[in-house]
């Protein structure tokens, strides 16, 4: 299993993933889930991966050939991020059809999920989820965030605080806080974390940090996360349901 989260507000995009990857209790490894493709002043394209990690790696090694092929449709030429969005699901249903049958032969299901994001010059930043179907779909203001993956413990706080008032620094500082609550409920994820910041406009990946267990700035916000959250549940009022006498 594995956590990844992407998120674009006006101030830019935020990707964070673990490295993770669990094949039983005694077969865990670790293993990029975080893929950058870019032109330095044209274009910034990140591609996060979840699900049958032969799968993923596929998909992610097709579409870095493909860019060694000026004359192909690729991540480097494609007009847009739609078309760059329907290239990676073009591409999922191109490992499908080769790969689908002999695995369902032995029992393992087409299993990938992907969030792919960035910028192409002349168009504003956006996200889009790619589903293992191909079929995709975009982020709005209203839904500004994508996690695939072990999702369900890191969203309450990206539902409560993640908005379009927020700086680049604030949505990371958030999506860590969410990738630390995974951790915390889920033995499957687990660093190192891969966190990259996007600013619009930039085109070109400058804010790119790998995340171990000695990290400094992690260790800190998962220790004060977890003391203040004890510090506002002391403080919390019990239930009064019972105080009062029945009749």
């Given at each position: 299993m ?7 507000n006006?101030a830019?995009?935020?990707f964070?993933a673990?490295s993770?990857t669990?094949?039983?209790l ?30 993923s ?6 579409l ?6 000026p004359?192909?449709?690729?991540l ?5 991020l ?5 290239l ?6 191109k490992v499908h059809?080769?790969d689908?049958?002999?695995l369902?032969?032995f029992g393992?299901e087409?299993n ?7 910028q192409?010059?002349?168009?504003p ?9 191909g ?14 993956g072990?999702?369900k413990y890191?969203?309450?706080?990206l ?10 620094d ?7 806080i969410?990738m ?5 409920s889920n033995?499957?994820?687990g660093?190192?974390l ?7 406009n930039?085109?070109r990946v400058s804010?790119?940090?790998r995340i171990d267990q000695w990290?400094?700035y992690?260790?800190?916000i998962?220790?004060?996360w977890?003391?203040h959250?004890?510090?506002v549940?002391d403080e919390?009022?019990d239930p ?5 006498q029945?009749?």
């Amino acid at each position: 299993m594995t956590y990844c989260v992407g998120v674009r507000n006006r101030a830019g995009l935020v990707f964070l993933a673990d490295s993770r990857t669990n094949a039983g209790l005694d077969q865990i490894s670790t293993f990029r889930k975080l893929h950058v493709f870019e032109v330095p002043g044209e274009r910034v394209l990140v591609l996060l991966t979840a699900g049958n990690l032969a799968i993923s790696q596929s998909v992610a090694s097709s579409l870095r050939v493909m860019m060694h092929n000026p004359d192909e449709k690729n991540l480097s030429n494609v007009p847009n991020l739609f078309s760059a969005a329907k290239l990676v699901g073009d591409t999922v249903r191109k490992v499908h059809a080769r790969d689908a049958e002999s695995l369902q032969a032995f029992g393992i299901e087409f299993n990938v999920n992907l969030i792919l994001g960035g910028q192409i010059k002349g168009e504003p930043p956006r996200l889009f989820n790619v589903y293992s179907a191909g079929n995709f779909i975009e982020a709005t203001e209203e839904t500004p965030f994508f996690q695939i993956g072990e999702s369900k413990y890191g969203k309450p706080i990206l539902d409560r605080i993640v908005g379009d008032e927020l700086t680049l620094d604030e949505v990371a500082k958030c999506c860590l806080i969410s990738m630390d609550s995974t951790i915390k409920s889920n033995l499957s994820v687990g660093l190192p974390l891969d966190l990259l910041c996007y600013e619009t406009n930039s085109l070109r990946v400058s804010k790119h940090q790998r995340i171990d267990q000695w990290d400094p700035y992690f260790a800190g916000i998962r220790e004060r996360w977890g003391r203040h959250l004890r510090t506002v549940f002391d403080e919390l009022p019990d239930p009064g349901y019972w105080s009062a006498q029945q009749p």
